[in-house]
């Protein structure tokens, strides 16, 4: 695909991520409660929440060979990992904690500069809250 066909600007924003799961109305409650995002699509094979500037989608195991080839069981182990900087992992942490989160690793200072946290969805999908620490303050 040529530059001239493609405007560059196009593909340099993320508006959406599809994520699939196994029980789309517990998944949606657990990012409406744990998230405070919004519902803006639902219906019976999926549910779309909105975060500031994306879209996730949550599409049921079941409909998601309508999108891709082979969905992955969950036991296959975690791909990738979605990531939110905060400015207090800690009291994010605190937070997640009081809403029945479990944390799976974290808050720790990672020698890259930033103190982070991680937690899975519902449905598997890794979660990390991580926070940008002083220069003085990385390990």
Partial sequence: MSEATVAPQ?????????????????????YEDVFGVETVFEDETSACVKFDGLFVNLVSVSSAGDLVDVVASRLAGSRFQLSI???????????????????????????????TATFTDPAGHSWEVAQEL???SAA
């Fill in 85 to 115: 900087w905060v400015d207090d992992v800690d009291a994010v942490c605190s937070a997640l904690e009081a809403r029945g989160v479990t944390l799976l690793s974290g808050p720790v200072d990672r020698e890259w500069g930033m103190r």
């Fill in 10 to 30: 196009s593909l340099k924003s993320i508006s959406a991520i599809s994520l699939f799961v196994e029980d789309v109305p517990a998944t949606k409650a657990f």
């Fill in 134 to 136: 002083p220069p003085s």
